[in-house]
């Protein structure tokens, strides 16, 4: 084998607490598409930013063409000829095509920019390198998802120097059609000799045109698939999950009674065709990975978002929840996934925010009875066990897993009938995880409909009874927990397993 | 979507509906309102507009077209006040020359300059009350340094501006344009200005293609500050001297003509060219309302209109 | 003389002056354009002017084609310009600083005849006015009586040296006092603002009031028009002081409102007759274009004010209704 273009030794890097690299290796061969896959949390975003130049590894070599690299920074790796594709755009609205590719790089001579020497480049650029015609003069706004890509490519390329191109989750926003257009431009690039690194969480595309894999699991490489077939997934997936369940989930199946949430048809811009029910006393699971239209889907029950077509029927009647505050009325409330930003106000205190959505209850006319609320937050601290247990403490000062626990609180005083849990856990520790399964578990034995979209497949396959499985804005299937993996779960959200 | 699409089509095309209406108007109710002498008056009572609008368009585009958490800066208009009060008193009161008091009023533009951009940057308040608090506070300096009265200026170069013509236009407008000409080509014709508009269009994706954002900012306030100054010996010929209060107008004028000028952008953003347009056309109106007897009250009214007009559908144009 | 009598007197002589004009036969404005250009129409006198000259131009026939600066002087001198370009035949210019004159010597290039209204220039045909310098002597002499004779003063004179009726009005208010040696012009004097000229008097008599405390100073006079001593008589309220006297010119009906109550500290004025002056302003272009000469200045008589039964009077014979 030839030297390698890029060598990552013993990467370690700390972060207060997490350990996130623990002696990670990544190794590019010229010329090749190399993927990168892991959980969320496996280290693959953390060594994209040791490479970049981002952080600064604790410890482990960097080498590029056989030569160590002694200072990582973006400059240097630049000068390298390394090129990043960031998972967010990072494009002017207003900026022509050909604007948008010479940014910070423009071209002017005697008299002020060269405008049409940089349209003639950019042009051919995109007709040579990514085997596509764009007008330069387009404008951003006017282009899909799919040329903006495309137009962030050409940015990062444009200059000629570009030896190695790491692309993070390049199809997160993509339908499958432009995927195709994506993927036909990283092949015209490697036609070209140009190496990659390619960041997907969506296996099916990685055996479709990786050259090698590298499988990152606890900030570690745990494999290095030398030749990848398009039966490799279940092998990869092994590796990436790898773990035994813990044992968070309190072993309980619920009896369902009533439809409490029906959707039917349900469209919108991010999903198409989305139906599923709700009972009563039922937890139901969203599994899919970014940009599947999870989020939006949750969005839309709630109010925040608007359907272009489809039915909601919510206990018994027939609604379309214009806002949140319809919902709330109807008896259905929202943990949102954004807690430090929708789930809280951050400044208040913790009864202020256990009282937010009740303060009808606790003030008589314009007057809002303080002390009644101090009880009652105090009443809801006790039961979920916040800490600490003062209700007037500001909410920014307490931890993930109380402020989550802050925002459950305050819900349970009003008595809903259905909880949308939007990742109830993400940067909560595992003790207050536990907690919070068993407060959910408990809400559905006390006969509330729950519905769990999380990106953390380990949490659905042990809290639901049931999990709808979204993949590119469509729900492709409905699975039972009963006996069910969670590497089978991974397969089906990555694509890497027909439903 | 499409319903929603239509909507912004209609917001896009209000405030230029409005406009061609008013002047379909004025020119049918004024006789001469489409005739040279009175173009020629509308682009010199225009002049003063125009210069501080450079400034202000230079500001927008660096920062961003948001009109609460975007570019903007309403000092530009008083620094202008402040330099030609300066001028006038160094001229008139002290006997200075011309070029002295030129100079100590770039001394105090490049002072309000540095002072917007660190109010901006460094410490971070949004562009909006920065500009407005320091607009307050040059606008108290003036009038300690007149002493809130008129100082009248004679200097033979102040009367050119105001009377004297270059090859038959008037000598105002040829000057202004030479200074539009000149902003226009640094903010949109050379890898610097490029460089300024990817910093307002997105300071992510500035920052990501090595542009170093913050020293943009810093200049764009540096050039506001410099329109404010050139825009002083205009001001001076303008009133033949500097009366105190000519601020208020300038500024109402300056936003109007600015986020008008985005309005007819074909990319519905704020530029150079489009602030000029936009400040020939507001003198346009004033004079038109003017010649046909409206109320000088009625005028200021429908020019707040109007600025809500542009700024509302600029809002809207965002949301979308 | 009993003051109401001489004041009815005056009156009628100055209206039969102007109906005499109207009633001649020759002095017609048929066919004519004029325009109007008022630096601002938010002040009493201001408006009064303006009205006074458009509606006497109206009824002699002519056309009127009105200008409002909105109180911003820049913005009124443009609008000569404006008024140049729409070809007017004459243009009644009323009020203004030294930023009109070029605008004045551009219309009279262009042959259109300018009358001002209180702005006397080289190059307007005739100013009609009051008799400033009988305005400024007067208030000189009531203000050194009100005081005694003796005191300190300070005084509001932002346009002593931008518009020469006020140069007049100050100056020889200055010159009379100079025969009170007892008498102090507390410098620097004062600079009033012109937009909002109550609120920023106000303010400025209130940091004045705080530096001359209770026996310190004995009078505030504003140099040459009213609105500031509203502020004044404000400050004084707020402040608490009653040692404090004020005067002013103009006369009109809000300050001899507040010369008539009870008490007030505002002690003196000297009243002008604002319609009449625009209004005799549109007569002298009607005389101008039947081929008379004018003088250089048309003066049109004034009424001084001293103390609360005075201004009740003159309030009533100026036609602002009565007060009691």
């Known amino acids: 084998m030839a030297v390698a273009l890029l060598q990552m030794h013993d990467i370690i890097k700390s972060f207060p607490g997490v350990l996130a690299l623990n002696k990670a290796a990544l190794s590019v061969q010229p010329g090749e598409i190399h993927g990168l896959v892991g959980e969320n949390g496996a280290g693959k975003s953390t060594i994209i930013k040791v490479l970049a130049g981002v952080y600064k590894a604790d410890g482990g070599t960097v080498t590029i063409d056989g030569e160590a690299l002694q200072d990582v920074t973006p400059r240097s790796v630049h000068e390298a000829g390394i090129r990043f594709i960031h998972q967010e755009l990072h494009l002017v609205q207003h900026f022509t095509v050909t604007e948008s590719v010479f940014m910070g790089q423009e071209l002017s001579g005697i008299g002020g920019l060269s405008r049409r020497d940089m349209k003639a480049k950019a042009e051919s650029f995109f007709k040579d390198a990514l085997g596509t015609e764009l007008s330069g003069d387009l404008l951003i706004r006017d282009l899909g998802i799919a040329e903006r890509k495309l137009v962030q490519i050409a940015r990062a390329l444009i200059d000629g120097a570009a030896k190695l191109v790491v692309f993070d989750e390049p199809t997160a926003p993509l339908s499958s059609g432009e995927t195709e257009k994506l993927f036909a431009a990283i092949t015209n690039l490697k036609a070209r000799g140009i190496a990659m690194i390619y960041v997907s969480h969506y296996l099916a595309e990685i055996t479709d045109i990786c050259d090698r894999v590298t499988v990152l699991r606890n900030g570690k490489t745990v494999s290095v698939f030398e030749e990848v077939l398009p039966d490799s997934t279940d092998a990869m997936i092994t590796a990436m999950v790898g773990r035994e369940i813990e044992a968070l989930f309190p072993d309980v199946s619920h009896c369902a009674s009533a439809d409490l949430l029906q959707v039917q048809n349900l469209h919108h811009q991010a999903f198409s065709n989305v139906s599923f029910d709700v009972q009563a006393g039922e937890i139901v699971g969203i599994a899919g990975l970014i940009g599947s239209g999870r989020e939006e889907v949750v969005d839309v029950l709630y109010g925040l978002k608007k359907a272009s077509e489809g039915a909601v029927k919510f206990n018994g009647k027939s609604q379309a929840f214009n806002a949140p505050k319809d919902a709330v009325a109807a008896g259905m409330v929202l943990v949102p996934r954004d807690r430090r930003h929708d789930g809280l106000v951050l400044d208040m205190s913790v009864s202020d925010n256990v009282n937010l959505a009740s303060l009808d209850d606790i003030s008589t006319g314009l007057i809002e009875r303080r002390k009644m609320g101090l009880a009652k937050a105090g009443a809801v601290a006790e039961q979920l066990d916040i800490r600490p247990r003062d209700p007037s403490a500001k909410a920014r000062n307490l931890s993930g897993g109380n402020q989550q626990k802050v925002v459950l609180g305050r819900w349970l005083t009003r008595g809903a009938k259905l909880f949308i849990l939007d990742e109830p856990t993400v940067g909560v520790d595992v003790g207050a995880k536990v907690e919070i399964y068993a407060l959910v578990e408990k809400l559905a034995a006390d006969g509330a409909g729950v519905l769990v979209s999380s990106s953390d497949p380990g949490e659905l396959v042990g809290l639901c009874d049931r999990i709808l499985v979204m993949l590119r804005g469509e729900i492709i299937t409905e699975i039972s927990t009963d006996g069910l993996g969670v590497d089978h779960l991974v397969a089906l959200t990555t694509g890497g397993q027909a439903a | ?320 | 003389m009993k003051y109401t009598k001489k004041l009815a007197a005056a009156l009628a002589m100055s209206v039969s002056f102007a109906s005499m004009a109207a009633a001649d036969g020759h002095a017609t404005l048929e066919g004519k354009t004029v325009g109007v250009a008022v630096v601002g129409t938010q002040h009493f006198w201001d408006r009064e002017a303006f009205n006074g000259a458009v509606s006497t131009v109206e009824e002699l026939g002519g056309t009127v084609v009105p200008v409002d600066g909105g109180r911003d002087n820049q913005v009124h001198a443009d609008n000569h310009d404006i008024l140049l370009n729409q070809g007017v035949d004459a243009v009644i210019s009323i009020l203004g600083d030294g930023a009109v004159e070029p605008k004045f010597e551009a219309l009279k290039a262009a042959g259109i005849p300018v009358f001002t209204v209180d702005h006397q220039s080289p190059h307007a045909v005739n100013n009609t006015t009051s008799d400033n310098y009988y305005m400024g002597t007067t208030i000189g002499r009531y203000m050194a009586d009100a005081i005694g004779g003796e005191g300190k003063v300070a005084v509001f004179n932002a346009f002593e040296g931008a518009l020469r009726i006020c140069g007049i009005r100050a100056g020889l208010w200055k010159y009379v006092l100079e025969d009170y040696p007892g008498i102090e012009i507390i410098q620097p004097e004062l600079a009033e603002e012109f937009a909002n000229a109550p609120e920023d008097a106000r303010q400025k008599a209130l940091d004045l009031l705080t530096q001359y405390p209770e026996g310190t100073l004995d009078a505030i006079h504003v140099g040459c028009w009213d609105q500031p001593a509203i502020g004044i008589v404000q400050a004084l309220e707020e402040a608490g002081r009653t040692d404090v006297l004020v005067t002013a010119l103009d006369g009109g009906p809000d300050t001899l409102e507040i010369m008539a109550e009870d008490g007030s500290p505002f002690v003196a004025n000297v009243a002008q007759q604002p319609n009449l002056i625009g209004s005799t302003a549109a007569q002298n272009v009607a005389a101008h274009f039947a081929g008379e000469t004018l003088l250089p200045q048309t003066f049109v008589d004034v009424f001084p004010v001293n103390g609360q039964a005075e201004a009740k009077a003159a309030y009533e014979a100026l036609g602002y209704g009565t007060l009691d």
């Open chain 2, 1 to 320: 979507m499409t319903q929603s699409l239509t909507i912004r089509r209609i917001l896009d095309a209000l405030p230029i509906t409005v406009f061609v209406l008013l002047f379909l108007y004025l020119s049918l109710n004024s006789a001469n309102f489409l005739s040279f002498p009175t173009l020629e008056l509308i682009l010199k009572q225009a002049v003063p507009t125009v210069l501080v609008s450079l400034g202000l368009a230079t500001v927008i585009v660096a920062g961003g077209d948001d009109v609460v958490s975007g570019g903007i800066d309403l000092s530009i208009p008083a620094t202008a006040i402040i330099c030609a009060a300066i001028v006038a008193d160094q001229v008139t009161n002290h006997q200075s020359p011309l070029i002295w008091g030129l100079v100590l009023a770039f001394g105090a533009a490049g002072i309000i300059g540095a002072v917007n951009a660190g109010l901006v940057v460094w410490v971070r308040m949004t562009p909006l009350l920065a500009t407005l608090a320091t607009s307050v506070a040059i606008v108290g300096v003036t009038k300690v340094i007149t002493e809130s009265r008129r100082i009248g200026v004679t200097d033979p170069t102040i009367v050119f501006i105001r009377d004297g013509s270059i090859a038959g236009i008037a000598a105002g407008v040829v000057l202004t344009t030479i200074v539009a000409l000149a902003y226009w080509h640094l903010v949109h014709r050379t890898k610097w200005g490029m460089n300024l508009q990817a910093t307002g269009g997105s300071r992510d994706a500035a920052e990501i293609s090595g542009i170093p954002t913050n020293r943009f900012v810093v200049q764009s306030f540096l050039l506001a500050a410099f329109a404010g100054w050139i825009a002083c010996s205009f001001v001076l010929a303008r009133g033949s001297g500097s009366s105190p209060g000519s601020e208020e107008n300038l500024l109402l004028e300056m936003v109007l003509a600015t986020f008008l000028g985005a309005a007819f952008s074909p990319r519905r953003v704020v530029t150079v060219w489009g602030a000029v347009l936009g400040a020939v056309l507001v003198s346009a109106l004033s004079v038109g309302f003017i010649s046909i007897g409206v109320n000088v009250f009625w005028t200021g009214c429908i020019k707040g209109v109007l600025i809500l007009l542009v700024v509302a559908s600029a809002a809207a144009g965002r949301e979308q």
